[in-house]
């Protein structure tokens, strides 16, 4: 038997709000990186989930130099519509900073939002801990960097573990590492296609993970 299936699956608190059985559907509002860098832009995406009812925003955090070879930083951009003359100096528009991230939590937790990011790199995960977030995320992409994974384990707070790419050894390997740490685990079928067709969508994969991590609730990343 798998470890961690059991009869009796746990609800997570996370932030004032809890995910599991007999719980509302539990809905986050990926705002990721389409406020362009523009802080009025993010606010304004943070107000508008908050309007149709959503129960957490997320964001996206990267240390560029972490993440990307220098030759692909320095790659130009040729598009009217580019936020800079570089790929590194469009990706550099699109990160915020510790300040305005929490000024981004203070907004949401105003409107009754979670609010949390997912760091793609250990630099970003050391300043998103100072930004007292409600839960973290760990991306598909970051899904075997068990660094990462660890960090954010310790951090004692929720975990989202999105699957995306990833084999069943793979997600054994990180939940078995997150679980060494910190049992407040919420795991997500993804399929790492944006946006995916309704016929790749492999919903039965979700049935599959209930079934194989059936201590905790499972979800969907699309």
């Not at 929490?102 to 949390?116: N, P, Q, V």
Request: proline share 5%; hydrophobic share 40%.
């Amino acid at each position: 038997m798998n470890k961690n299936s059991t009869k009796n699956p746990r609800k997570i608190k996370v932030g004032k709000k809890f995910i599991g059985p007999e719980e509302p559907v539990f809905i986050i509002a990926e705002i990721g990186n389409n406020h362009n860098g523009d802080l009025n832009m993010a606010k304004k995406l943070i107000m508008e989930a908050a309007w149709i009812g959503a129960d957490a925003v997320k964001f996206q955090k990267r240390t560029l130099s972490e993440v990307f070879i220098q030759d692909m930083l320095s790659r130009p951009q040729t598009s009217s519509r580019a936020l800079g003359a570089t790929y590194g100096e469009y990706r550099q528009k699109l990160e915020f900073n510790e300040r305005q991230l929490k000024e981004l939590r203070k907004l949401a937790h105003s409107l009754g939002l979670i609010f949390f990011v997912a760091p793609f790199d250990l630099k970003s995960a050391a300043m998103l801990n100072n930004v007292r977030m409600d839960a973290w995320k760990i991306a598909s992409f970051d899904l075997t960097h068990m660094p990462l994974i660890e960090y954010i384990a310790q951090r004692k707070q929720p975990v989202f573990l999105s699957t995306g790419m990833a084999g069943e050894d793979e997600i054994d390997e990180a939940v078995n590492l997150i679980l060494k740490h910190n049992d407040q685990l919420i795991i997500n079928h993804c399929v790492s296609v944006y946006p995916t067709p309704d016929e790749d969508l492999n919903l039965g994969a979700v049935e599959t993970l209930i079934k194989k991590y059936s201590r905790f609730p499972i979800g969907y990343s699309g």
